[in-house]
């Protein structure tokens, strides 16, 4: 059974920063496409950044130059570096991993950016 595992969101003021993490109960060694998706009150869930399936990262217009997408196979954990956060990046924030032709989602972590 796949499980992942957010944390570490938060409340921040605008401009501040916050690392999310997503643990993996499985290997992630390979494992592609998976990435970090949010979802703000109102609104459809979107994509944030992405391991693609070659490997490389994609990221939403809106999160360029701000957040790193990383992950450590070692530790089965994948990263979001979020920095210069604003009131609009607001969501609950979910990862998400590929196997066996299934989509797994974990419960997801809330960011609020709020002064």
């Known amino acids: 059974q796949v499980q992942l595992v957010e944390s570490g969101g938060g409340l921040v003021r605008p401009g501040g920063s916050l690392r999310l993490s997503c643990a993996a109960s499985?290997?992630?060694?390979?494992?592609?496409?998976m990435g970090w998706y949010r979802q703000a009150p109102g609104k459809e869930r979107e994509l944030v950044a992405t391991?693609?399936?070659?490997?490389?990262?994609n990221y939403a217009d809106s999160v360029k130059g701000r957040f790193t997408i990383s992950r450590d196979t070692v530790k089965n954990t994948m990263y979001l570096q979020m920095n210069s956060l604003k009131p609009e990046d607001t969501a609950l924030y979910y990862c998400n991993l590929p196997r066996d032709s299934t989509v797994y989602w974990g419960q997801g972590t809330q960011v609020t950016v709020s002064s």
């Open positions: 391991f693609t399936t070659y490997g490389t990262t």
């Open positions: 499985v290997s992630i060694f390979n494992v592609y496409p």
